[in-house]
């Protein structure tokens, strides 16, 4: 696992939105980090549900609220964070080495996620105590 980032690591970035009397439109296209190979986006979580809870052990992801709002908590192993998306216009770049989850969806929350790999389990942590053992290896 990557464990050269923090919490401070993980920035909002800002995603270029054009507005007019018929509404908005948000695009990302020239301002990643990295190429898009996988999106996904989770929707429908109940109340009191989470999402989440793991950690990327190398490659990058980009969280985006395209509708209502939830929280990320963000964990480097000795510093904890919590960052609220409720902005289309606005991506949290989640980065290798750092426990995230998402919480206390509102408004019928949807978050969109771009990933610079494709899925494999492989690439995730999803034990607690494990992360903890990466990190300070």
Known sequence: MNTSYTINDCTLID??????????ISVI????????????????IQEGKDRGAHALLEGMEIMVSVHG????DLDDGTGKTSVL????????II???VWF??????EEGVSL?????????????????VFQKLRFV
């Not at 709002?69 to 990320?72: I, L, N, P, R």
């Not at 989850?101 to 509102?106: A, F, G, I, L, N």
Request: proline content about 5%; aromatic content about 16%; charged content about 35%.
């Open 29 to 44: 296209d020239k301002e990643l980090p990295f190429v898009v190979k996988r999106v996904f986006w989770l929707h429908h």
């Open 113 to 129: 996620i771009l990933a610079d790999e494709v899925y494999s389990r492989d690439r995730y942590t999803y034990d607690y105590k």
């Open 69 to 72: 709002s939830f929280m990320v």
């Open 101 to 106: 989850r998402t919480h206390s969806y509102k």
């Open 95 to 97: 980065r290798p080495g």
């Open 15 to 24: 995603i270029a939105t054009f507005t007019d009397e018929r509404g908005a």
């Open 85 to 92: 998306l409720d902005d289309p216009s606005k991506g949290l």
